[in-house]
């Protein structure tokens, strides 16, 4: 793989791809042309890449008791709040304020990435996510997601992985 950049937008240095670099990771940028109409991202992601949508995940902010963390799911699913709030000790979670999200992550919805974030939150990996040699997510721009193993996800987010998809 190496930390191909397949655009010029990849050298600008975006908050996850300088990450990335910074570990020493090998990733891949793969850039698409974003609808700005489009209300699905990550499928939107997925059909633009002509990939399955168990191979790009998404990634959602929750709060839960402690505060804001991140759940990193597969667009083909649906977060199961429940598992998500037992993977990270708590006893409940919901799903994040829009503006709360921005502000905390540095990213806008749609382009939110597990990586470079303002601030280090708590992050949980689907466990699905370890089925397959590379993964696909945002690089923190909507149009533009990063190809790397599930390893370097679950490393440099500090992630648990635990089973928190549902499908539907």
């Known amino acids: 793989m190496g930390c191909r950049e397949q655009s010029e937008e990849g050298r600008a240095g975006h908050p996850a791809t300088v ?3 910074k570990a020493g990771a090998d990733f891949t940028l793969h ?3 974003h609808d700005a109409n489009a209300q699905a991202y990550g499928e939107e992601a997925a059909d633009a890449l002509g990939l399955p949508y168990d191979r790009i995940f998404k990634t959602l902010v929750a709060e ?11 667009v083909a699913g649906k977060l199961d709040l429940k ?21 905390v992550t540095g ?9 470079g974030q303002r601030k280090q939150l708590p992050t949980v990996v689907d466990s699905s ?12 721009k909507r149009g533009l997601q990063i190809e790397t193993s599930p390893k370097n996800l679950v490393d440099l987010t500090r992630a648990v992985t635990a089973p928190i998809a549902k499908t539907g």
Do not use: H, N, W
């Not at 598992?83 to 502000?103: H, I, N, Q, T, W």
């Open 19 to 21: 990450a990335l670099t």
């Open 31 to 33: 850039p698409y042309e």
């Open 64 to 74: 839960v008791e402690s505060g804001l963390a991140v759940a990193v799911v597969p």
């Open 83 to 103: 598992a998500f709030a037992a993977a990270l000790g708590s006893k409940r979670a919901a799903m994040a304020d829009a503006a709360k999200v921005e502000r």
């Open 129 to 140: 996510a370890l089925e397959f040699d590379t993964v696909y997510f945002s690089a923190g």
């Open 107 to 115: 990213y806008v919805v749609g382009g939110i990435s597990p990586l």
